[in-house]
């Protein structure tokens, strides 16, 4: 993706490298994966449904207060690039509102590394990226994509960094627009089975605004960005990863989406760059 040059947002507040001061740090290894990939993409949403998961929680470990570390040059230019992607979406966002007659608010954007306190809690790194309605701010470990790309098998680049801001980003829309708060009392008195289905709604409309943010930003892609955003969505499909991680699938407990819905709403973003066309819940639900 053309970035280098570009406006960066202002604003980021870029919290890596600081030290965690003693805040609670989920455990390495596959089942901090395990966490990241249920929470991926609007972690707000997980339901957390495996006794793995609770083992998990009880394996936490604190982690000791230290002295700031120095970024590398590799981790400078990826906060760079998350800048420019979010000065984007800010563009971009800012025009769709004001074509249809109203004003953007602007979210924020907080880059952390191990442990993060929010509006909505403490967070760790295994809970992935995420969108706090109650701050409106977007929380990301960028050394998340690496573990995307080397334990799930996306192809990685910088534009699957691109559509995961993006998709964060398309929380904030929701939230900002009423369709978080709407959802959240549709599920009210629900199963979790049905409940779920609802969340599902939610995470795909966030991919179909992704794909309206990449067909605004046409101008920036490169060869290759839109394989990128798509093989990171076929990565983090509910289906995928438990396939992967427990070698079954449990539909009901799906609160994503499937790799197939993910690719196709992203995709249906990107065709018709109207987002009009991203009911994901009259054509989900009404089935």
């Not at 992935?128 to 960028?142: E, I, N, R, S």
């Not at 900002?176 to 599902?200: C, F, H, P």
């Amino acid at each position: 993706m053309k970035w280098i040059g570009n406006r960066q947002s202002d604003n980021v507040e870029d919290r890596r490298g600081m030290s965690t001061g003693g805040k609670a740090i989920m455990g390495g290894g596959v089942l901090g994966i395990v966490i990241l990939l249920l929470n991926l993409f609007g972690g707000e949403n997980a339901r957390m449904i495996t006794p793995v998961l609770e083992q998990m929680n009880q394996g936490q470990q604190t982690a000791p207060a230290g002295e700031p570390s120095e970024l590398t040059p590799e981790q400078k230019e990826m906060g760079d690039f998350a800048k420019t992607v979010f000065a984007y979406t800010e563009d971009t966002w800012g025009q769709i509102f004001q074509d249809n007659g109203s004003e953007y608010v602007q979210p924020k954007m907080v880059l952390f590394s191990e442990a993060v306190e929010t509006g909505c809690g403490n967070a760790t790194s295994a809970s992935g990226p995420f969108y706090c309605p109650a701050d409106q701010k977007v929380y990301m470990d960028l050394e998340f994509m690496k573990e995307l790309k080397t334990r799930f098998g996306a192809q990685g680049g910088d534009f699957a960094t691109a559509y995961v801001i993006a998709h964060e980003v398309g929380h904030h829309v929701q939230n900002i627009l009423g369709t978080s708060n709407w959802m959240r009392k549709q599920q009210q008195g629900l199963s979790e089975a049905d409940a779920n289905k609802y969340s599902v709604c939610l995470e795909l409309q966030a991919d179909f605004y992704a794909g309206v943010w990449a067909k605004y930003n046409q101008k920036y892609l490169e060869a290759g960005d839109i394989e990128e955003a798509i093989s990171a969505a076929n990565a983090v499909g509910d289906d995928a990863i438990q396939k992967r991680m427990r070698g079954s699938v449990v539909p009901d407990s799906f609160t994503h989406g499937t790799s197939e819905q993910r690719i196709y709403w992203f995709k249906r973003g990107y065709q018709t760059g109207d987002i009009k066309q991203g009911d994901t819940f009259s054509a989900l639900l009404n089935r």
